[in-house]
């Protein structure tokens, strides 16, 4: 599956302040993202963290954990480094042009975990093309 993604940074321009996340933000376009999400609630509904949808783009962010970019290699998603500005996770999403699909919650663990979440891209990804050869 072909996308263009933007590199540019997922976090708030503004300076890091308490109660900043620092998170890595895993990109991938929004049908393939709509599928995981459900593939992650299925599972189990504490297995997937906050998502972003940038409207702009039609793609979804889903928040992992830092460090997580240096071995992200799943075709058709990128992993963006916050480069330590952090990310307010407050009720306003933190990118511009973009909504909370799953806003945060109060739990101490807000990213999805990345090894779970491979797994559900890659579930969502042969869903998507057995539908698409079905049409």
């Known amino acids: 599956m ?3 993604q933007s590199n ?3 976090t708030s321009p503004l300076p ?3 109660g900043d996340t620092v998170c890595d933000l895993v ?4 049908r393939q993202g709509l599928e995981a999400v ?20 039609d793609t979804l962010g889903f928040l992992v954990p830092a460090g997580t970019a240096a071995g992200w290699d799943v ?11 952090g990310m307010r996770l407050a009720p306003e ?10 806003p945060p919650g109060d739990d101490a663990d807000l990213a999805t975990d990345p090894a779970v979440l491979r797994e559900a891209l890659g579930e969502a990804a ?5 539908a698409d050869r079905c049409r």
């Open 93 to 102: 999403p933190p990118v511009a042009g973009a909504d909370w699909l799953l």
């Open 75 to 85: 075709p058709g998603s990128t992993c963006t480094e916050t480069d330590g500005r």
């Open 2 to 4: 072909e996308t263009s």
């Open 27 to 30: 990109t991938v376009p929004a």
């Open 16 to 18: 890091p302040t308490s």
């Open 38 to 57: 459900d593939i992650l609630r299925r599972g189990a509904a504490e297995a997937v963290g906050p998502v972003l949808h940038d409207d702009d783009r």
């Open 126 to 130: 042969r869903l998507i093309e057995a």
């Open 8 to 10: 540019e940074p997922c």
